[in-house]
């Protein structure tokens, strides 16, 4: 059942960027109480203002106030930041419900520092597309103990259409993390497949208009290949290939740490580490069929694609 409690009272949004701002405006639309909303960007929470949000002029300000926090961060370092800031302010029993992709270390970490303060804290990292945010039609993967699971799956499904509980905190970004590697491990073999089609006088649109009636099919190949490296239309305030490399490395980490040697993360992160390289690192991530397309040439110093370096944290 419903906590009736969560449903109407105060809630907070931390972050109102590319994703955040579209699930901020889901969750203002349909909570039946009062949303605070708060960003360093002006604009981003002007947006959210004529929405029907209320302006916080601080985190402080809203942890002091708001029951249910989200939180929709760049990383891991800045969730850790502000979760300081939340557990100096929030009355304790305050549920800090985190959206970002942080590492798996890092959402425990913060858990526990909450924990200290007697706050409660959920990692639900988010999948799919910006319009997905904007639609409510997320999928979101949270790690949290099962009563508390029970009380913020409804506000969840305010953003998301698939909610799936994946275990205990941290088993949310278990999961997001191995969601993204092997959705950027897919662009990568796309990329590479569709250079060697278009070389050999198949067009980009008919391979995959073909791979998609056969067992090649993917979600990689129905979105971001035909919706982005057909058109070769890769826009600069998309997800870049800086944060590629955050979520590989955090997944290289994870690997690491279970015992396993992540070689196919570690192959694909060359590809988005020489879009940087190429001064192509800003657009949207399946902008690497550019560098394989050059690497693919086999003309000059492009011939040789160069190793990720420093990829654990971009």
């Not at 949004?13 to 360093?40: E, P, S, T, W, Y």
């Not at 942080?102 to 639900?124: C, I, P, Q, W």
């Not at 990568?188 to 099919?217: H, K, N, Q, T």
């Amino acid at each position: 059942m419903a906590d009736t409690g969560i449903q109407a009272g105060i809630l907070g949004f931390i972050g109102l960027g590319v994703m955040g701002g579209g699930m901020c405006g889901n969750v203002v639309r349909k909570h039946d109480g009062v949303v605070q909303a708060f960003d360093m960007n002006a604009e981003a929470l002007a947006t959210q203002v004529a929405n029907g949000a209320v302006a916080a002029a601080s985190v402080a300000q809203l942890a002091a106030a708001a029951g249910v926090i989200f939180l929709s961060l760049p990383g891991g370092k800045q969730v850790a930041a502000v979760g300081e800031e939340i557990a100096a302010h929030a009355a304790p029993g305050t549920i800090v419900i985190d959206l970002s992709t942080t590492s798996v270390a890092e959402a425990r970490s913060v858990a526990a520092r909450l924990a200290e303060k007697g706050l409660h804290f959920a990692d639900a990292p988010v999948a799919r597309t910006r319009q997905a945010a904007i639609d409510g039609t997320l999928s979101i993967m949270v790690g949290a103990p099962d009563d508390l699971f029970a009380r913020i799956e409804p506000l969840l499904r305010h953003m998301g259409s698939d909610v799936t509980h994946c275990g205990d905190v941290g088993c949310g970004q278990v999961v997001k993390l191995i969601n993204n590697t092997l959705l950027f491990e897919q662009v990568a073999a796309i990329a590479e497949m569709m250079v060697v089609a278009e070389r050999a006088g198949v067009a980009p649109a008919r391979l995959v208009e073909a791979i998609s009636l056969g067992s090649g099919d993917s979600f990689a190949l129905r979105n971001h290949a035909l919706k982005a490296m057909v058109p070769r239309q890769f826009p600069e305030k998309a997800f870049p290939a800086p944060y590629v490399l955050k979520d590989i490395g955090y997944t290289i980490e994870l690997a690491e740490s279970m015992g396993v040697n992540p070689a196919l993360p570690r192959l694909a992160a060359t590809y988005y580490q020489a879009a940087i390289d190429r001064g192509i690192g800003q657009k949207y991530f399946p902008a690497i069929i550019e560098v394989i397309g050059t690497h693919a040439s086999g003309t000059g110093e492009d011939n040789e694609a160069e190793p990720a370096r420093g990829h654990d944290r971009a």
